[in-house]
């Protein structure tokens, strides 16, 4: 076992340090550190209360508790028996302490082996509020090579810093992040699962105000200031503000494209317009040749300065979310004039306690007989410090009184009061799974079925998915999957509602979209096959060949009208704003043939169409209908 021990003449021994197991043990130890996981640091509080304001008060608390108790001051501990040191219990693990522990005391720091430890070693820091010690920290990181933070890294970083709470780390992973420019819920397939729904929003906010600031910040200085910081110039293309072309195309690409600030890039992009390369005739610009160094540099130096500048506002508007989930809002018990119809059943021997502080009145035997979970909770021996209300026990449950107000209803011969909302509807549902409550829940589904509820619209419905998501809805999610086929899965569009996904429930909804998609691609692609397809009776069309027909004019082929039709279609599924409805096909057809019968005075299509016209329309969309069927299937995100 390797043991550490640095000492100095003259000075008090070092600590032992074991990396193996986490050992840390100082000879003249005179407090105890305790994790979270047993494990316990012999330390000198000299270097602990100096280091952080924080432990310090918690080591003066257990120094001072125990003198109370013991007898003992301050002063005489260092006679007492090693065993009675104080111990200071601490929420962290003994392997991060052990970490926090190297950059506290004069031995060799020692960083976790893995990227979430080392920001959970980071966090730790800056909870105790050790100031010097979290710049120590990030001090060494900085050295590591590879870059702790570069471009692989940097969804995964950012995703840790929004978790504990890292606002350096966050800024600096979510800037590397602008190399993935365009952001979508597309090309982030292999990501959606990283982090959840509320810092993925947060990161496309950021994105947007980062363009939005560089477009219009860095449009300022092109036109105002670029030529004072560039000086007079003598290149053969210069713009209406007097800069050469090249360095205003390169200036106007940053907003777009943040990535591209770049010193590399400036001078590729200044060469290539020395050396003619950006321009149809070749020739370079000897002008911009001639042109000293030290200008050029200075004009970087200050385009730089207007870039930070600019990334600096939008990056003080990045927020760390914590990974919190927004489900909407929640009534509380104040905001609810009406007593709750069955808050209060005659002949009552248990309370059931809402999280809003509502008292519900019920029956044991009736929630025995309904679930298993209350039927074991009752059969146990009750703690006698149990709180007790008018005689009768009090269970505390998490649901709010009008969910629970409706679960008791499901309970008993009443009628039964389903929720207003859907956030409240779900999280009935959720109770009575919690709660082994299957006949119950069957019935608030039918309940719902019959009044036509959850059935949200719009980004809604996304919200809605990944509410039920959450609490392992299954008939629910896969309803509130197949409605979000109707509306483009963008940032844009989901807004908000992106903020209530977690875990794999945005990748799975992305994969269920996908399979939906390369069914439905599938199935216009047969539409399209005039030999064995739906579209073979339109076959003696005499409207022009395509330009793209390979096959022999003998052989046939569809109308192009046609083939236009369901090749725009087939576009649409490849781009990232679509949506998986074609209910409006029919319109769209009836549109393109009576355009085409107009123009080309068609009359074999337009008697095809009073023939099979509308058998045509039907069987493309039952084709449609069942492509559009597929089933819903969860991966790694359901247990």
């Known amino acids: 076992m390797s043991t550490i021990a640095p000492r100095t003449s003259g000075s008090p021994l070092g600590p032992l340090i074991f990396p193996e197991n986490f050992g840390f043990d100082y000879p003249e130890a005179d407090v105890v550190l305790r994790s979270c996981d047993s494990l316990e640091f012999r330390v000198l509080k000299l270097y602990i209360l100096h280091s952080s304001p924080i432990l310090c008060e918690r080591v003066l608390t257990s120094l ?3 003198a109370s108790a013991t007898g003992i001051t301050a002063d005489s501990k260092s006679d007492a028996d090693a065993s009675s040191l104080p111990v200071v219990q601490l929420s962290d693990t003994g392997a991060i302490l052990f970490n926090l522990l190297t950059y506290i005391f004069p031995v060799p720091p020692i960083l976790p082996p893995t990227v979430e430890q080392t920001m959970e070693l980071l966090s730790v820091a800056q909870k105790y509020k050790m100031d010097v010690v979290l710049t120590h920290i990030r001090n060494h990181i900085a050295q590591r090579e590879p870059p702790f933070i570069r471009d692989d890294t940097a969804f995964y970083i950012y995703s840790l810093a929004q978790k504990y709470g890292l606002r350096t780390e966050a800024v600096l992973a979510a800037r590397l992040t602008l190399a993935f420019l365009p952001l979508t819920l597309d090309s982030l397939e292999d990501k959606l699962d990283m982090m959840p729904g509320a810092c993925l929003h947060e990161l496309w906010k950021y994105h947007e105000r980062v363009k939005w600031d560089l477009t219009s910040d860095l449009e300022e200085f092109r036109t105002s200031h670029a030529k004072e910081a560039l000086g007079d110039s003598t290149c053969q293309s210069l713009t209406a503000s007097g800069i050469p072309t090249w360095l205003d195309h390169y200036i106007g690409n940053i907003g777009s494209a943040p990535a591209s600030f770049d010193r590399t890039e400036f001078y590729m992009a200044f060469s290539s317009h020395v050396r003619g390369l950006g321009n149809k005739r070749g020739i370079g610009c000897t002008p911009c040749a001639l042109r000293p160094r030290d200008e050029t540099r200075a004009f970087w130096a200050a385009l730089t300065s207007a870039v930070h500048r600019s990334m600096a506002k939008a990056e003080s508007g990045l927020s760390l979310v914590g990974g919190t989930r927004s489900e909407g809002h929640v ?32 029956h044991k035997s009736a929630l025995v007989t309904s679930s298993p979970f209350f039927s074991d909770m009752f059969s146990l021996p009750q703690p006698p410090n149990d709180e007790v209300v008018d005689g009768l026990p009090v269970v505390h449950v998490p649901e709010d009184a009008e969910v629970l ?3 008791i209803s499901m309970l008993y011969p009443v009628p039964p009061e389903i929720p207003h909302t859907d956030d409240n509807i779900l999280a009935l549902l959720g109770a009575s799974q919690k709660y082994d409550m299957p006949t119950v829940q069957s019935s608030v589904r039918a309940e719902v079925r019959r009044k036509g509820l959850l059935s949200p619209k719009g980004a809604e419905a996304f919200r809605v998915y990944a509410i039920a998501y959450g609490k392992r809805l299954i008939p629910e999610m896969e309803t509130t999957a197949r409605l979000t086929l109707d509306y483009p899965m963008t940032f844009e569009f989901l807004g908000a509602a992106l903020r209530s996904f977690e875990g794999w429930a945005l990748r799975d909804l992305a994969n269920f979209r996908q399979r939906c998609t390369d069914s439905l691609t599938s199935c216009f692609k047969s539409l399209s096959d005039h030999r064995n397809g739906p579209s073979r009776f339109w076959v003696g069309c005499p409207s022009p060949v395509p330009r793209f027909q390979t096959q022999p004019r003998n052989e046939g082929f569809s109308p192009i009208w046609l083939q236009e039709l369901f090749g725009r279609r087939l576009r649409q599924l490849d781009g990232s704003t679509y949506t998986l409805n074609p209910s409006n096909l029919r319109k769209e057809y009836l549109v393109a043939l009576q355009a085409h019968i107009h123009s080309q005075d068609c009359r074999f299509c337009a008697k095809m169409h009073a023939l099979k016209g509308e058998t045509f329309c039907a069987e493309v969309e039952n084709m449609l209908a069942q492509a559009r069927n597929v089933q819903y299937s969860f991966f790694k995100g359901i247990s």
């Not at 018990?333 to 069955?342: A, C, K, L, V, W």
């Open 331 to 362: 009534t509380s018990s104040s905001e609810s004039s009406p007593p709750f119809q069955y808050s209060d059943m005659p002949s009552a021997d248990v309370i059931l306690r809402s999280a809003d502080l509502v008292n519900f009145h019920v």
């Open 405 to 407: 107000n409706s679960l």
């Open 64 to 66: 001072n508790s125990q």
